[in-house]
């Protein structure tokens, strides 16, 4: 399973990302803001899971979520 962790702070996405490791998931890429967030997304269309932020700069984790609904 491929997850997607959205967050434009460093260290919410390490702490995400570790925690989701020690869940054992192995499989697990970033982005900063939701603008890197639907890059990674169309970079990888295999995303099983989007976490993401809400409040975020360039494109919030909403506006993520209704692009994503709408594609």
Do not use: H
């Not at 702070?9 to 697990?28: E, V």
């Not at 990674?40 to 295999?46: A, F, H, K, R, S």
């Amino acid at each position: 399973m491929k997850l997607l962790v959205v967050d434009d702070s460093s260290t919410m996405r390490r702490i995400i990302k570790n925690t989701l490791a020690r869940l054992g998931y192995k499989d697990i890429i970033e982005g900063a803001d939701g603008v890197e967030g639907w890059d990674q997304i169309n970079t990888n269309p295999d995303v099983d899971m989007l976490i993401t932020d809400w409040n975020m700069p360039e494109m919030n984790g909403y506006e993520v979520c209704e692009i994503l609904k709408s594609d």
